[in-house]
């Protein structure tokens, strides 16, 4: 299987976004790199030492690692990530993750209650990580400088599921909620860059799409202010392998 290549999605005068579909689930990585110091931090990295080799061969300085959330497809380069980064790396998560089991490594945990944020640091740049829970207690959106890095939050076409070991579909739908305020508020040309690319209803899978596209076309965002337009949706929890066992952890 050819070597996945890391693609620049994003790019100003002050910040660059490169993504990489990684791994047999097909997670989008991205890594955000701050222009004027060339420092980076890699979103939820599957596979540490590409990200590594990645930033050394564009003249990036890999300085640390933010977590969405805390599910094993998410968290499968944190340990890597730190040992290639040695003292200094920083690897942040947010400390709600514990409510599901997770006992990882990291170097900082966050604590903020759900649809607040924290700032985040990386070179010159500030982003908002803002808790959204639902599909895990503590998961993370990142937001700032034309992006959105949603996770397994908000896809492009719909949201996460909320089945799963700590998920919460009221929880969810409170933080879509507090989501499509903060992006109605925003330039609609930002771009949404989502944990996983799923086909959408018209064919397409797209691995980023624009906040205009986002709010007007996505399925959950819809169905936001319909108790039973909510409830109906299908992909909020499916009968399959990972729903049972969250039955049984639950």
């Known amino acids: 299987m050819p070597e996945p290549t890391a693609t620049v999605v994003h790019s100003t005068a002050a910040c660059q976004v490169l993504q990489a579909q990684l791994g047999e689930w097909d997670n989008l990585n991205h890594l ?136 919460d579909p009221a929880s969810l739908r409170s933080s879509l909620k507090h989501l499509r305020s903060r992006m109605q508020a925003l330039p609609e040309e930002w771009i949404v860059l989502p944990g996983h690319a799923y086909t959408l209803p018209d064919g397409r899978t797209p691995y980023h799409l624009t906040l205009g596209e986002v709010l007007n076309e996505n399925e959950a965002m819809a169905a936001l202010d319909s108790d039973e337009a909510w409830t109906a949706l299908p992909f909020l929890a499916f009968d399959d392998a990972l729903a049972r066992r969250a039955r049984d952890q639950s």
Not at 54 to 79: C, M, N, P, Q, Y
């Open 32 to 167: 955000i790199v701050c222009t004027a110091s060339k420092e980076a931090v890699v979103v939820d990295p599957f596979d540490a030492a590409y990200w590594f080799e990645t930033a050394a061969a564009h003249g990036f300085r890999l300085v640390g690692a933010w977590l969405t959330h805390s599910h094993w497809d998410h968290t499968k380069g944190i340990e890597e990530a730190l040992a290639l980064g040695g003292e200094g790396f920083e690897v942040v998560v947010h400390e709600a993750e514990r409510e599901r089991g997770w006992s990882g490594p990291h170097t900082r945990a966050l604590d903020t209650p759900p649809n607040v944020a924290t700032a985040l640091h990386v070179g010159e740049l500030t982003f908002e990580a803002i808790r959204t829970p639902g599909h895990t207690p503590g998961h993370l959106t990142f937001l700032g400088h034309g992006i959105v890095v949603s996770g397994d939050c908000l896809f492009l076409g719909r949201c996460g599921r909320a089945d799963l070991h700590g998920g």
